[in-house]
């Protein structure tokens, strides 16, 4: 939608803001710079004020131009943020359309939608080089929210490791099964540069993370796409599930194909349990989390609130009330009585049971293994069972329910250097699992995104520790980053926090002897060969190690010719003391066989020869049957992850299936849900009986409209329906 009041406006102030931030204030209050001042862009003006979530000036100098003129064009309705980007319309009430906004960034210095690499801002070349990782984000169009995420991330010592020195798991990147159009490295490749900018010594005071911007907007468009602010929360979960999606099938320690190494980091288990109280039957069902939402205590419930007034005072009172993390866990595992329409179905009874409700806030149920009567209802009640490396706190600070929408401010006091799960995992069955539960349960906040202002838009800034047990931490406001104290950070409003796992005094003995055996070593033993990847996992992080793998062996028990070009070796393996080897053999387990030296499978060469050869001959012969292709000629349709697999085939990764085109048909007819490109890919007969004579399948041929344009591109705009009747 376009907006009329936007050509009365000049730009020539913008120019000069950037760079200047520091000494750009707003004109009345004088205490407020950047990010939260908008300058206003009428040729006749040169007001600075601060925003909505502050003192308002800006808007107030908006309505008093509106009350004193008579003109629209003589109204001062358009600002613009001084840090962002971000422009404005009061009349219009909105944020101006995307060409409007372009020529802001362009007058600016942004470059929101080039190719080139990274932005960058230098300090001084004559100050010294910054601290590695305190390198600020530039906004790049109302993107606070994706930056305090980065940042966040960024932070977290598992995922540095793994973009910074992860090579077997980055190099051997999966492509997600879901769509063709998205590639196999789309975010896993730019948050690596990204962490490498961020991380490497430089004069660097920022960088702008616009590839992983453009990444991140071919994932979900309607999240990161535009200029409008977007919620954190939603923003980590795309990230996350993106990542966890590219890199399917790399977890160090799981076999499933729907583990990576993003699940050993972040995922959990909740364990459901739901007990009978007539018959004490018990139903157990486990859930996998990436991160926990917790809902904050805003009053105490002795009753449901009856109305509107009750849901008032509730947001009142929270705005002065105060709360512990402790007291939110507590809630979120609290029993739950089944009654009314949640009345539960015993697979024991056969029928339901009613229920009464009964909620407690800081003390919480005995263990559902424990068979003891409480009450004749059914409860349902959460426990931690699976602790992850990182755990991820979302608290619940936006409430929308039938009386109101809006914010709770409630302070929520967090610890910093130790935090325990224990009091909220299912209770240990003896001593010694309390003891392992105990050890193995402890955290410390690495990192916090805070939100700053109310519903309507706000600003998002992060706090991250300087690393593992530092007491250092470190502001992140878009590209501004400063030091700030340990008092400072427990006084934010905490949003989401980043919980790392402490390591247990017996991985600390683990380590200590294995330095043991190293330096008594030195010189005196024989080096052989471990992953590099599982050495460093086990060394840095706190994910649970399975056995020791030899990623680069193959069934022959030699080194896989496929790893010998441009040194991957050297990225895949690590040296270690024959002595250091045997101790973590015993203590983790590990494959019989020791490698000694990078001797090359000569039978694996001779038949990775002979694919190399097909691939070739394959990909240059559908690369010339295609252009054989004539107008009027039957188009003939395979499935979309099938042409996925052969293409990754001829570039180097495994045979693909035989080509099964069943999936695509529905009664003998092409199935009407299935979309072209996603699910399946238009190819011309010559190339499609290639296939067949090598795959196999049966034919799914879809004749060319009478009236078919010229255009080549005219029949992927066909509808779907008009396709769907022309097929045999």
């Excluded at 007291?327 to 009585?337: L, M, Q, R, V």
């Excluded at 007969?685 to 009478?706: E, H, R, T």
Aim: hydrophobic residues 30%; glycine residues 6%.
């Amino acid at each position: 939608m376009e907006c009329p009041h936007w050509i009365h406006q000049s730009l020539h102030r913008l120019d000069k803001i950037r760079g200047n931030e520091k000494e750009i204030k707003c004109d009345d209050c004088e205490d407020l710079g950047t990010p939260f001042v908008w300058v206003c862009i009428h040729p006749e003006c040169k007001y600075i004020g601060c925003g909505r979530n502050q003192k308002a000036h800006s808007l107030e100098h908006f309505q008093r131009t509106s009350e004193e003129q008579t003109q629209v064009d003589q109204i001062h309705s358009i600002c613009v943020n001084t840090s962002s980007g971000l422009g404005w319309c009061y009349l219009c009430d909105r944020e101006l359309p995307p060409a409007a906004q372009e020529e802001i960034f362009a007058e600016m210095g942004f470059d929101v939608n080039g190719d080139d690499e990274l932005e960058v801002k230098k300090e001084s070349q004559e100050e010294e080089k910054k601290m590695t990782g305190t390198v600020g984000l530039g906004n790049l169009g109302n993107t606070c929210y994706l930056n305090a995420t980065l940042q966040s991330l960024v932070h977290l010592p598992p995922l540095k490791r793994l973009f910074l020195h992860g090579s077997q798991i980055i190099t051997e990147r999966r492509r997600s099964p879901t769509s063709s159009k998205i590639p196999k490295d789309l975010l896993t490749k730019s948050f690596t540069r990204l962490w490498t900018m961020l991380w490497a010594p430089s004069n660097y005071k920022s960088v702008a993370p616009k590839e992983t911007l453009q990444a991140l907007r071919l994932v979900s468009r309607s999240l990161f796409g535009g200029y409008a602010q977007q919620d954190a929360h939603e923003a980590l979960r795309t990230i996350i599930d993106q990542l966890h999606t590219e890199l399917a099938g790399s977890s160090a320690y799981s076999t499933e194909n729907n583990s990576s190494v993003v699940s050993d980091i972040f995922e959990g288990m909740l364990q459901s349990s739901v007990t009978c109280q007539t018959c004490q039957y018990v139903s157990v069902t486990r859930e996998k989390f990436f991160d926990v939402s917790l809902s904050i205590p805003t009053q105490k419930k002795t009753q449901e609130p009856k109305g509107w007034w009750d849901y008032l005072g509730s947001f009142v009172w929270s705005g002065f009330s105060e709360t512990d993390l402790s007291e939110c866990f507590s809630e979120f595992i609290s029993a739950e009585d089944l009654k009314s329409e949640n009345k539960y179905m015993c697979e024991k009874c056969k029928q339901l049971r009613p229920a009464k409700k009964q909620i407690s806030f800081l003390s919480f149920q005995p263990s559902l293994e424990n068979n003891t009567p409480r009450s004749k209802n059914a409860m349902k009640q959460y426990r931690f069972n699976i602790l992850p490396p990182v755990l991820t706190i979302h608290l619940k600070r936006f409430r929308y329910d039938a009386y109101f929408a809006g914010k709770i401010g409630n302070s929520v006091k967090f610890p910093i250097d130790k935090f325990s799960l224990a009091p909220f995992c299912v209770e240990p069955a003896d001593a010694n699992e309390k003891r392992e539960l105990a050890e193995n349960s402890n955290y410390e906040l690495m990192a916090i995104i805070n939100h700053r202002g109310g519903m309507g838009g706000g600003h998002y800034v992060a706090y991250a520790r300087a690393g593992r047990s530092s007491s250092r931490w470190f502001e992140f406001d878009d590209s501004y980053v400063s030091e700030v104290s340990i008092d400072k950070v427990k006084s934010v409003e905490a949003y989401i926090l980043f919980y790392q796992r402490l390591p247990s005094p017996t991985k600390i003995a683990i380590l200590n002897h294995y330095r043991k055996i190293k330096l008594s070593s030195r010189n005196k033993q024989k080096e052989v060969y471990i992953s590099r990847d599982w050495f460093y996992q086990w060394k840095y992080s706190d994910v649970d190690m399975g056995p020791i793998t030899h990623p680069v062996m193959c069934s022959h028990s030699m080194i896989n010719p496929r790893f010998q070009l441009e040194n991957q070796l050297e990225r895949y393996l690590k040296k270690i003391p024959e002595n250091c080897w045997n101790y973590l053999c015993e203590e983790y387990g590990g494959p019989e066989l020791v490698i000694r030296n990078l001797d090359i499978c000569p039978k694996c060469q001779e038949e990775k020869d002979v694919l190399d050869e097909r691939r070739k001959r394959e990909n240059d012969q559908v690369t010339k049957l295609d252009s054989d292709f004539k107008k009027g000629q039957n188009i003939y349709l395979v499935p979309s992850l099938w042409l996925t697999q052969w293409l990754r085939f001829v570039d180097g990764g495994p045979l693909p299936p035989q080509l099964d085109t069943s999936v695509l048909l529905s009664h003998g007819n092409l199935n009407l849900k299935l979309q072209v490109e996603k699910d399946y890919t238009k190819i011309s007969p010559q190339v499609w009986n290639f296939f067949q004579s090598i795959y196999g399948g049966d034919a799914v041929v879809l004749k060319p409209s009478v009236d078919q344009d010229e255009d080549e591109t005219s029949s992927e705009t066909e509808s779907e329906e008009s396709e769907h009747e022309e097929v045999e």
